[in-house]
C-alpha cells in the first residue's frame, strides 16, 4: 500500500491562505483517487476534495467550492491542497486519503472508499 505524509498545516488569519501537500511513497499514485478530508473536534470526518490520478478530474464540497484548489505534480508523487479565503469553519484536522481505483462523484466523498490514510496535519484559523 502507498503511504501518505501531509504537511503544511498551521495557523492562519481569517482570509488568509495556506497550501497542503500529501506526499506518497512506497507505490506510485497512478490509477489513484486522492482525497482531503477534514475533521473538527466532535465532529465527524467530512469529505473536502478529490482528484483522479488518471484524467486529473476533480470535486469539491459546497463549503470549499470556489475557495480551495485540489492538484497533483505526476513527477514528485504530490497532492496538494491550496486553501484561500479561509474562515474559522475551516479550522481543523486535514488528512489525505487514497484509494486504489478511479472513484466516481458519489464514492469519492465516502471515507470508507479509501485504504490509505495519512496521519493528518492541523489547521487552525484565527479571527
Known amino acids: 500500500q502507498v503511504q501518505l505524509v501531509e504537511t503544511g498545516g498551521g495557523v492562519v488569519q481569517a482570509g488568509g491562505s495556506l497550501k497542503l501537500s500529501c506526499a506518497a511513497s512506497g507505490r506510485s499514485f497512478s490509477s489513484y483517487t486522492v482525497a482531503w478530508f477534514c475533521q473538527a473536534p466532535g465532529k465527524e470526518r467530512e469529505f473536502v476534495a478529490a482528484?483522479?490520478?488518471?484524467?486529473?478530474?476533480?470535486y469539491y464540497a459546497d463549503s470549499v467550492k470556489g475557495r480551495f484548489t485540489i492538484s497533483r505534480d505526476s513527477a514528485k508523487n504530490t497532492v496538494y491542497l491550496q486553501m484561500n479565503s479561509q474562515n474559522a469553519d475551516d479550522t481543523a484536522a486535514y488528512y489525505c486519503?487514497?484509494?486504489?481505483?478511479?472513484?466516481?462523484?458519489?464514492?469519492?466523498?465516502?471515507?470508507?472508499?479509501?485504504?490509505?490514510w495519512g496521519q493528518g496535519t492541523q489547521v487552525t484559523v484565527s479571527s
Open positions: 486519503a487514497a484509494g486504489s481505483q478511479y472513484l466516481g462523484p458519489i464514492q469519492n466523498r465516502k471515507s470508507e472508499s479509501y485504504h490509505s
Open positions: 482528484i483522479n490520478w488518471r484524467d486529473s478530474s476533480t
